[in-house]
């Protein structure tokens, strides 16, 4: 029960805390883009905050040491809301492969434009694929480092994987390295789901796959490494009793 209140109760300071995070991001319109980079971190820390006190979650982040400087493609697991935020400060110059349909959103929406995200329309098939890869281009010649969830949406910890080739043809176009990373998060932040359990969500930050390999290799390497990693901080948290 007390976890129960416990959830709820962070749920609602999450919403609260975002909304006043973009109220405090609106001047940003009329800053460089990396304003906004700035107020989004700032806000991802704060949700860090908000759930190690209320919600009894905080994390470890192991391998920091292996983040390569300038461009790069990131390649997370994907089991929860909070690797969308949590991530942000691990990177100078981090931006998200988002679906176009977040832009639309109102205040949200215009300062993603802002931060210069990559959008996706995900109905355009091909089309979607190739203004992806020329938009990322253009944001990685500019040293970021770009953030894509291989599986494209949230997959349970422990799910049968379902990776999607976007990231490869990305990988094998753009010519810079690749940084996998695992985590666990999917056992403390459900998807689809209210509840909150406590616990400390892993994360482990993998060897940069060097730029070149043949795309095949590269995706299965990428498969390979990612589930390999992310099964053993599942197996970890279980065996430490979460």
């Not at 319109?29 to 820390?45: D, E, Q, S, T």
């Not at 493609?73 to 929860?80: G, N, T, Y």
Request: hydrophobic letters at 50%.
């Amino acid at each position: 029960m007390l976890m129960v209140v416990r959830s709820i109760v962070f749920n609602a300071l999450f919403y609260l805390n975002t909304a006043l995070w973009l109220v405090i991001a609106l001047p940003t319109f009329f800053l460089p883009y990396r304003a906004i980079l700035g107020v989004a971190k700032a806000w991802g820390r704060c949700n860090l905050v908000l759930l190690r006190i209320v919600a009894g979650i905080d994390c470890e982040i192991r391998g920091r040491e292996k983040i390569p400087p300038g461009a790069l493609i990131v390649a997370p697991k994907h089991q929860s809301a909070w690797e969308t935020f949590a991530l942000l400060s691990l990177f100078d110059n981090p931006l998200f492969i988002v679906k176009r349909e977040l832009e639309w959103i109102p205040i949200f929406g215009w300062l993603m434009i802002k931060g210069r995200m990559v959008p996706v329309d995900r109905g355009a098939g091909s089309h979607a694929l190739t203004a992806m890869t020329e938009r990322a281009r253009l944001e990685l010649a500019d040293g970021r480092q770009l953030i894509i969830f291989p599986e494209g949406t949230r997959r349970p910890a422990g799910a049968e994987p379902r990776y999607k080739y976007g990231v490869a043809h990305l990988y094998a176009a753009e010519g810079v390295p690749c940084l996998p990373i695992a985590l666990n998060s999917g056992l403390f932040w459900p998807r689809r789901s209210i509840r909150r359990l406590p616990g400390t969500v892993l994360v482990q930050v993998l060897d940069p796959i060097p730029p070149g390999l043949d795309k095949d290799v590269f995706f299965k390497r990428l498969q390979d490494v990612l589930e390999t990693a992310t099964a053993r901080l599942i197996a970890e948290a279980k065996a430490a009793g979460r």
